[in-house]
């Protein structure tokens, strides 16, 4: 049997016992540091293996041979067809969302559309959170990496922020409050959607809302708010004012608010956010009353 020797624990040798008893050559083998059997016939290793027709042609095949010839070089790859990197238009969208006659439809509709490069860049569709039917309905801007991953809207540090501020305001995902985002799939390295992105998504958001029925919705953000109510003003002008937003014939009560991941790089603003949050309240009170 042919062993290998790794030499043994102090890097010694030692003298290969006179005697032919197998019991001392194996001590002999074992203080060598010899231990792992690696075949009973030795093999010159050193030399070319042999073709793989005289392999064949002795029946025996061999781990060492050399691959067939027809399995060397570059493996060839069919190219993949040419798709759209700005996917469909808002006239796609618009029919997409129409043929939608329930939430689950429309996520359906959403997962089959062609988004272009902003789809296939994001790991997960990121439809909604909270629950469906709430008299509270929030729009945020786009998923994060943790909504990516997740495939629910605010989920990351941003998230917590807006749980909290919720709780503190008497609502909840889990009771209360139903939450999606203009955008569906996370943009590319987080960059802000232009104007192209924003108007494919948009007529997938009105639909939603509409099927949502909420009685007022929040506006987190500038892109929310500037998207849906059609407005280059920026948050800090938007905020605190309601709106009208109409929407399947019907006009829902709007209101801009300050995005939470805004608020944890502008602390010094959570006091107007939770002033829009109490106003959210007593609002929501005098359209339950």
């Known amino acids: 049997m042919i062993v290998r020797h790794k030499g043994n624990q102090y890097g ?7 005697s032919s008893d197998p019991g001392s050559l194996l001590a002999w083998q074992l203080a060598m540091g010899a231990d792992e059997a690696i075949g009973d016939e030795p093999q010159d290793r050193f030399t070319a293996p042999a073709p793989a027709r005289a392999t064949a042609a002795t029946g025996q095949s061999s781990p060492y041979q050399s ?12 190219a993949k067809p040419v798709q759209s990197i700005a996917g469909g238009n808002a006239d796609a969208a618009t029919s997409a969302a129409a043929g939608a006659n329930s939430l689950e439809e429309l996520k359906a509709a959403m997962e089959a559309f062609d988004g272009g490069l902003l789809k296939r860049s994001a790991k997960n569709l990121v439809f909604s959170d909270g629950v469906a039917g709430a008299p509270v309905m929030i729009v945020g801007e786009a998923p994060g990496a943790d909504e990516d991953r997740v495939g629910k809207p605010f989920v990351g540090v941003s998230g917590q922020l807006l749980d909290r501020m919720l709780a503190a305001a008497g609502m909840s995902r889990e009771e209360n409050v139903y939450i999606s985002n203009i955008l569906p799939w996370r943009p590319l390295g987080n960059r802000a959607p232009d104007d192209a992105v924003i108007a494919m998504c948009l007529p997938f958001v009105r639909r939603h809302i509409e099927l949502a029925s909420p009685k007022l919705l929040l506006m987190f953000g500038g892109v ?26 019907r006009d829902i009560p709007a209101l801009p608010i300050f995005h939470p991941a805004y608020l944890l790089r ?23 009353a």
């Open 12 to 18: 010694m040798t030692a003298e290969l016992p006179h």
């Open 67 to 78: 691959p067939p010839p027809e399995t060397r070089g570059p493996r060839p790859i069919a």
């Open 224 to 249: 929310s708010a500037k998207a849906l109510l059609a407005t280059t003003e920026g948050i800090t002008r938007l905020r605190g004012r309601w709106k009208t937003l109409p929407v399947g014939g």
């Open 266 to 288: 502008q602390p010094h603003l959570k006091g107007l956010a939770w002033r829009d949050l109490l106003a959210a309240k007593h609002r929501l009170a005098e359209l339950e």
